[in-house]
């Protein structure tokens, strides 16, 4: 199975702030790379898929890049509704791993 | 717009089978891939695995042994079934549609889950 590995577990951040989360495959997964946000309580929202396309209806201020192993998910001018916690998921082999999570939580 | 509704008991004992339906509604079940994603209390996920429209599966190699995945078109429902279930398989089940593509060979490469349903929560106790 390939490994997804998210930093930092968890972080705290201001309403304004610029925010990057990083996640590492333990191999090569292309661009089939995927990030969610999630609220308390809520199913997973898709963000980006493909590494960098952003899904439709999700605010321009979300962005992903990356190839290969190493992906990004930044957040520029953090809003109080992107409190939440976020997760990378491959979809380049079965099964379709998810990372573990980072909690962006208001400092 | 689509959207997915899980359905199923809340509680299971142990050693029997978890059985869950994702009724798709607002869209076809055709042609898509369909998948079942799980959330341990207070973790991270857990991707089960995924079925083609026409029955083909994916599963995740940690559960194949007890995961067996179905689809009914006519109904436009898929489903779960894990059998020999532990307190380990207490979760909140969700099922989710996936992005997917076809090169010009005929590979398929899949992408997000999109869609999602609300979740279900399955607590396994006697």
């Known amino acids: 199975d390939i490994q997804m590995t998210q930093s930092p577990s968890s972080l705290s951040a201001s309403v304004g702030d610029r925010v990057t989360i990083t996640c590492r495959a333990t191999q090569s997964i292309s661009r089939y790379l995927n990030w969610y946000q999630q609220e308390p309580g809520k199913a997973p929202k898709l963000l980006v898929f493909g590494a960098s396309s952003l899904e439709r209806g999700v605010p321009s201020r979300f962005s992903g890049s990356g190839l290969g192993t190493d992906f990004t998910l930044t957040i520029n001018s953090l809003q109080p509704e992107d409190f939440a916690t976020y997760y990378c998921?491959?979809?380049?082999?079965?099964?379709?791993?998810f990372g573990g999570g980072t909690k962006v939580d208001i400092k | 717009q689509v959207q997915l509704q899980e359905s199923g008991p809340g509680l299971v004992r142990p050693s029997e089978t978890l059985s869950l339906t994702c009724s798709v509604s607002?869209?076809?079940?055709?042609?898509?891939?369909w998948g079942w994603i799980r959330q341990s209390p207070g973790k991270g996920l857990e991707w089960i695995g995924n079925i083609f429209y026409s029955g083909s599966t994916n599963y995740n190699p940690s559960l194949k042994s007890r995961v067996t995945l179905s689809i009914d078109t006519s109904k436009n429902q898929f489903s779960l079934s894990l059998s020999s279930v532990t307190a380990a398989d207490t979760a909140v089940y969700y099922c989710a549609r996936t992005i997917w593509d076809e090169d010009i060979v005929g590979k398929h490469y899949h992408y997000g889950l999109d869609v999602w349903g609300q979740g279900i929560t399955v607590t396994v106790s006697s």
């Open positions: 998921q491959q979809s380049f082999s079965t099964p379709h791993t």
């Open positions: 607002g869209g076809s079940i055709s042609p898509k891939y």
